[in-house]
């Protein structure tokens, strides 16, 4: 191949190509190069064809980059290396670059400023850095906020369908493995699967409202040895639910590419969870059942007491909504990430805690009748008037009590709204985010982009020496349609 190098070879302008036997020209020796560069002059910077003169001094601001590399190159191959063409005799160097971006990027060397253009695509701009052997820290302040959002608003998708094939792998039972793995956990990925996470979402809230129902004193029974029993009905109702939860964790479970990633999965805890405490507090009721003698009345109460606790902690399964409900997975990215947020508001509600508390105790602790009679009960009084509770089960009685307790009032409104405007900001930048994600897979699938993209890539036509087209072996049948011979 011929390497395009513009030189004056001969008294004319025209391409090196590379040397051979045949050819016995060279490149240009860095002598050469280097008495091109001390010349007096600018030099032109040719972007995609938009030309830029520039002197070689302003591109040694930033030398580790691609343009401060060019400076100081002084061989052939360096020069072939950083641009796509070069012309020693008009000291121009080619870049088959988009020229769009390049303004501001020169802009840097010539400024020391970097500025986003408007209407310019942060993704692009930021390649553009990337080649140039530029960073983002670069940038002015102006520029920054919009600069960092827009990048952190661009989708990101989890496992893609390339991605997935290798993540099963190219064994036997993969596509079968696949199938399953999307049907329960893509519902976006055929009919059948959004039925499934349909399915699953009424199995949980229906569970829910039988819970609730349950504990109704209409519908509680007690047998002859006093303990409550719950309605047939309920829990025929429960033995459903539990089995429908069960079999789909379990395919999950054997469809997921990894078994261990799976079990340490946020949401794959969530839904153990929701299963667990029905077998638990099974196994406990026939635990307690099957002892009947008189000197394990008291165990038998404890056993029902844990099994009470664990029949509550079905309550939990709620939290499988958040599988297929955007603002549910917002609200826990949202805590997720603003644990620092959270950790301020903890740490300045327990200071003011412990100072107002203090102060009432002292105050409060010789008068009569008083109910703050040690430091744990002032603490549940500090904590019920900081968050604007205040039962009313405990209250200061001195003027220097109820002074505290003012101002107790106060600081903790203060102190618990400050900075809960951070998290709510938090929460809708991931929900901005995540709708942009969920409305770009959807137009992808409606519009079959995959498709379409399939039918602009397919082979071209070859043609044999004799003129013959070489058709592709699906298109051979069809030779009254693609035979091109005749032109």
Same mark, same amino acid.
């Given at each position: 191949?011929?390497?395009?190098?513009?030189?004056?070879?001969?008294?004319?302008?025209?391409?090196?190509?590379?040397?051979?036997?045949?050819?016995?020209?060279?490149?240009?020796?860095?002598?050469? !190069?280097?008495?091109?560069?001390?010349?007096?002059?600018?030099?032109?910077?040719?972007?995609?064809?938009?030309?830029?003169?520039?002197?070689?001094?302003?591109?040694?601001?930033?030398?580790?980059?691609?343009?401060?590399?060019?400076?100081?190159?002084?061989?052939?191959?360096?020069?072939?290396?950083?641009?796509?063409?070069?012309?020693?005799?008009?000291?121009?160097?080619?870049?088959?670059?988009?020229? +769009?971006?390049?303004? *501001?990027?020169?802009?840097?060397?010539?400024?020391?400023?970097?500025? &986003?253009?408007?209407?310019?695509?942060?993704?692009?701009?930021?390649?553009?850095?990337?080649?140039?052997? @530029?960073?983002?820290?670069?940038?002015?302040?102006?520029?920054?906020?919009?600069?960092?959002?827009?990048?952190?608003?661009?989708?990101?998708?989890?496992?893609?369908?390339?991605?997935?094939?290798?993540?099963?792998?190219?064994?036997?039972?993969?596509?079968?493995?696949?199938?399953?793995?999307?049907?329960?956990?893509?519902?976006?990925?055929?009919?059948?699967?959004?039925? %499934?996470?349909?399915?699953?979402?009424?199995?949980?809230?229906?569970?829910?409202?039988?819970?609730?129902?349950?504990?109704?004193?209409?519908?509680?029974?007690?047998?002859?040895?006093?303990?409550?029993?719950?309605?047939?009905?309920?829990?025929?109702?429960?033995?459903?639910?539990?089995?429908?939860?069960?079999?789909?964790?379990?395919?999950?479970?054997? *469809?997921?590419?990894?078994? &261990?990633?799976?079990?340490?999965?946020?949401?794959?805890?969530?839904?153990?969870?929701?299963?667990?405490?029905?077998?638990?507090?099974?196994?406990?009721?026939?635990?307690?059942?099957?002892?009947?003698?008189?000197?394990?009345?008291? /165990?038998?109460?404890?056993?029902?007491? !844990?099994?009470?606790?664990?029949?509550?902690?079905?309550?939990?399964?709620?939290?499988? &909504?958040?599988?297929?409900?955007?603002?549910?997975?917002? &609200?826990?990215?949202?805590?997720?990430?603003?644990?620092?947020?959270?950790? @301020? @508001?903890?740490?300045?509600? !327990?200071?003011?805690?412990?100072?107002?508390?203090?102060?009432? /105790? %002292?105050?409060?602790?010789?008068?009569?009748?008083?109910?703050?009679?040690?430091?744990?009960?002032?603490?549940?009084?500090?904590?019920?008037?900081?968050?604007?509770?205040?039962?009313?089960?405990?209250?200061?009685?001195?003027?220097?009590?109820?002074? %505290?307790?003012?101002?107790?009032?106060?600081?903790?409104?203060?102190?618990?709204?400050?900075?809960?405007?951070?998290?709510?900001?938090?929460?809708?930048?991931?929900?901005?985010?995540?709708?942009?994600?969920?409305?770009?897979?959807?137009?992808?699938?409606?519009?079959?982009?995959?498709?379409?993209?399939?039918?602009?890539?397919?082979?071209?036509?070859?043609?044999?020496?004799?003129?013959?087209?070489?058709?592709?072996?699906? *298109?051979?049948?069809?030779?009254?349609?693609?035979?091109? +011979?005749?032109?």
């Amino acid at each position: 191949s011929t390497t395009q190098v513009r030189q004056t070879w001969g008294g004319r302008d025209q391409p090196w190509p590379a040397p051979t036997s045949v050819n016995p020209i060279r490149p240009p020796s860095p002598f050469i !190069i280097i008495a091109n560069k001390i010349l007096t002059g600018p030099v032109i910077l040719n972007i995609g064809g938009k030309k830029h003169e520039v002197q070689w001094d302003t591109l040694d601001k930033f030398p580790t980059s691609r343009l401060g590399r060019l400076r100081n190159c002084v061989t052939h191959r360096g020069l072939e290396d950083l641009c796509d063409a070069y012309s020693l005799a008009k000291r121009e160097y080619y870049f088959d670059r988009s020229p +769009r971006n390049f303004d *501001a990027i020169l802009g840097l060397y010539r400024t020391d400023k970097l500025h &986003l253009s408007q209407g310019v695509c942060v993704q692009d701009f930021c390649e553009e850095l990337e080649y140039w052997g @530029l960073t983002d820290l670069h940038l002015e302040p102006c520029c920054q906020h919009t600069y960092y959002r827009a990048r952190w608003l661009l989708p990101s998708y989890g496992i893609q369908d390339e991605d997935l094939d290798e993540e099963f792998g190219d064994r036997g039972c993969a596509p079968t493995q696949k199938r399953l793995w999307n049907l329960f956990e893509n519902p976006h990925y055929s009919a059948a699967a959004k039925v %499934v996470a349909v399915v699953s979402c009424m199995f949980v809230v229906v569970s829910t409202l039988c819970l609730i129902f349950s504990t109704l004193p209409r519908f509680q029974q007690k047998d002859e040895h006093g303990i409550i029993q719950e309605e047939n009905f309920f829990e025929i109702a429960e033995a459903v639910f539990v089995g429908w939860f069960t079999f789909e964790y379990v395919i999950r479970f054997i *469809a997921a590419p990894h078994k &261990l990633r799976f079990l340490k999965a946020g949401m794959n805890i969530v839904d153990l969870l929701g299963i667990l405490p029905y077998f638990a507090s099974l196994c406990l009721s026939l635990l307690t059942t099957s002892t009947t003698t008189t000197g394990q009345t008291k /165990y038998q109460d404890e056993m029902r007491r !844990i099994a009470q606790i664990f029949r509550i902690m079905r309550i939990l399964r709620i939290f499988k &909504l958040a599988r297929h409900i955007t603002g549910l997975q917002t &609200l826990g990215m949202t805590l997720k990430n603003s644990y620092k947020e959270l950790g @301020l @508001l903890m740490l300045v509600v !327990i200071m003011g805690m412990l100072i107002f508390s203090g102060l009432a /105790y %002292v105050s409060e602790k010789d008068e009569p009748d008083t109910k703050f009679i040690s430091m744990p009960q002032a603490l549940y009084w500090a904590i019920i008037t900081m968050t604007s509770v205040g039962y009313g089960d405990i209250s200061p009685t001195t003027w220097f009590g109820k002074l %505290v307790g003012s101002a107790c009032a106060i600081c903790g409104v203060l102190c618990i709204s400050l900075p809960i405007p951070i998290i709510v900001n938090n929460f809708n930048k991931f929900y901005e985010k995540a709708k942009i994600e969920e409305e770009i897979l959807a137009k992808k699938k409606k519009s079959s982009w995959e498709d379409t993209k399939k039918e602009e890539t397919k082979p071209p036509v070859r043609f044999s020496e004799n003129g013959s087209s070489k058709l592709p072996t699906s *298109a051979a049948k069809r030779p009254e349609r693609l035979d091109l +011979r005749k032109y």
